[in-house]
């Protein structure tokens, strides 16, 4: 069943349905044999493959309310339902919505959510899972297999041939092994490079730096950047490029585009919760303010601050960030840039609003759910 409504525009959303007994009442409201043109349905955060590319869902279980009218307090537009999901959370409050039969508007299916939005996983040893529904819970739609996994592999993911598609990798004693064709084995179709000469202490990077497909690179010494700058798998002094940015102990490379340049940029997590990301892309850090870089805290506590966010909301925030938090980029919401997010003991946080600060009041619809457990490793791509 798909709604739409709208006043100077349209919107579409799909409903599942699979209480009989909201399945007959749905019907009849279609067929007119039930007066009314609305429906009252229960908001659940979190998407569902059948009604790309929202945030959220409903829940197909839940009993299902007809009116005449537009109830008083509560939305009576598809537009406003994103909103709703944001203020009414997983509170069991009916959002009433305008019907359509599904006939009127081709079936969206269950193929992808969003193609834009970045979707999660993690690396268990050498076995990869990939939430290929983008639905937040481990599922038979879910891709498994098994991609290196020998001591002191690194997973990696990027699109390394440009096909838009995130594939996967490792980096392994200063070799990055990359699944070039996406097939989940290692085969002679695909990328093994040596990209410098290594050093004790080096982490893999990855990043569309030009704006195609990914390309490799290595932090250095915790604060020198080695991009691979032509794709060729290759440093060339002189025709890669070479940043210094971040040098504190601890600091954790982060990559992302941070202000829908089309491009990715370089960035530092660093302890204590604090990003360090060079959204200008020159390579350093200038400071922050217009054309300049962005600094900002978001740890995944539930650190006083607007909106404040009650204690208790979520088991996984804690009071303050967690040592062995993994800095996780994504554009979590399919929006054309990148946002940052925590990945804790199995536990994503995600800011899939950008706005640089986790909220799970009523205003903003940012995430927490498990997909993982503690010591695995955690993936990002387009799968």
């Given at each position: 069943?798909?709604?739409?409504?709208?006043?100077?525009?349209?919107?579409?959303?799909?409903?599942?349905?699979?209480?009989?007994?909201?399945?007959?009442?749905?019907?009849?409201?279609?067929?007119?044999?039930?007066?009314?043109?609305?429906?009252?349905?229960?908001?659940?955060?979190?998407?569902?493959?059948?009604?790309?590319?929202?945030?959220?869902?409903?829940?197909?279980?839940?009993?299902?309310?007809?009116?005449?009218?537009?109830?008083?307090?509560?939305?009576?537009?598809?537009?406003?339902?994103?909103?709703?999901?944001?203020?009414?959370?997983?509170?069991?409050?009916?959002?009433?919505?305008?019907?359509?039969?599904?006939?009127?508007?081709?079936?969206?299916?269950?193929?992808?959510?969003?193609?834009?939005?970045?979707?999660?996983?993690?690396?268990?040893?050498?076995?990869?899972?990939?939430?290929?529904?983008?639905?937040?819970?481990?599922?038979?739609?879910?891709?498994?297999?098994?991609?290196?996994?020998?001591?002191?592999?690194?997973?990696?993911?990027?699109?390394?041939?440009?096909?838009?598609?995130?594939?996967?990798?490792?980096?392994?004693?200063?070799?990055?092994?990359?699944?070039?064709?996406?097939?989940?084995?290692?085969?002679?179709?695909?990328?093994?490079?040596?990209?410098?000469?290594?050093?004790?202490?080096?982490?893999?990077?990855?990043?569309?730096?030009?704006?195609?497909?990914?390309?490799?690179?290595?932090?250095?010494?915790?604060?020198?950047?080695?991009?691979?700058?032509?794709?060729?798998?290759?440093?060339?002094?002189?025709?890669?490029?070479?940043?210094?940015?971040?040098?504190?102990?601890?600091?954790?490379?982060?990559?992302?585009?941070?202000?829908?340049?089309?491009?990715e940029r370089i960035g530092i997590f660093r302890k204590g919760g604090i990003w360090m990301l060079?959204?200008?892309?020159?390579?350093?850090?200038?400071?922050?303010?217009?054309?300049?870089?962005?600094?900002?805290?978001?740890?995944?506590?539930?650190?006083?601050?607007?909106?404040?966010?009650?204690?208790?909301?979520?088991?996984?925030?804690?009071?303050?960030?967690?040592?062995?938090?993994?800095?996780?980029?994504?554009?979590?919401?399919?929006?054309?840039?990148?946002?940052?997010?925590?990945?804790?003991?199995?536990?994503?946080?995600?800011?899939?609003?950008?706005?640089?600060?986790?909220?799970?009041?009523?205003?903003?619809?940012?995430?927490?759910?498990?997909?993982?457990?503690?010591?695995?490793?955690?993936?990002?791509?387009?799968?």
């Amino acid at each position: 069943m798909i709604t739409s409504w709208g006043n100077a525009w349209q919107e579409t959303f799909t409903i599942k349905v699979d209480d009989p007994a909201s399945i007959q009442k749905v019907r009849d409201i279609l067929n007119g044999v039930t007066p009314g043109l609305t429906i009252g349905v229960y908001p659940l955060n979190g998407p569902a493959c059948y009604n790309p590319p929202w945030t959220f869902h409903v829940d197909p279980s839940a009993p299902v309310g007809a009116g005449e009218g537009w109830p008083e307090g509560y939305v009576s537009t598809i537009y406003n339902l994103q909103q709703a999901v944001s203020y009414l959370g997983d509170l069991p409050i009916p959002v009433w919505v305008a019907l359509r039969p599904v006939e009127e508007i081709p079936n969206p299916g269950c193929v992808s959510l969003n193609p834009g939005a970045s979707r999660v996983g993690f690396v268990r040893g050498g076995s990869w899972t990939l939430d290929f529904d983008g639905n937040h819970q481990i599922t038979p739609a879910d891709r498994t297999f098994t991609f290196g996994g020998l001591p002191g592999d690194i997973p990696i993911t990027g699109d390394w041939n440009g096909s838009g598609t995130y594939k996967a990798g490792v980096y392994r004693n200063g070799q990055f092994v990359l699944d070039y064709d996406g097939d989940g084995q290692l085969t002679a179709n695909d990328r093994v490079y040596t990209f410098t000469e290594p050093q004790p202490g080096d982490v893999p990077v990855v990043g569309r730096w030009r704006g195609g497909p990914s390309w490799i690179g290595i932090f250095r010494g915790g604060s020198q950047w080695l991009l691979d700058w032509d794709g060729n798998g290759v440093f060339e002094p002189g025709k890669d490029k070479v940043y210094t940015f971040g040098g504190e102990p601890g600091d954790i490379p982060v990559v992302g585009d941070w202000t829908h340049a089309g491009a990715e940029r370089i960035g530092i997590f660093r302890k204590g919760g604090i990003w360090m990301l060079d959204a200008n892309g020159n390579g350093t850090f200038d400071g922050t303010g217009p054309a300049q870089d962005l600094m900002f805290r978001f740890d995944g506590s539930r650190r006083p601050g607007p909106p404040f966010l009650p204690a208790g909301r979520h088991p996984a925030m804690s009071a303050e960030s967690e040592e062995g938090d993994v800095p996780v980029v994504g554009d979590w919401n399919g929006g054309g840039f990148s946002k940052v997010g925590i990945f804790r003991q199995g536990v994503w946080i995600l800011d899939v609003t950008g706005g640089h600060r986790f909220d799970l009041s009523r205003r903003g619809p940012d995430l927490v759910f498990q997909y993982g457990l503690p010591g695995d490793r955690p993936v990002v791509g387009r799968w």
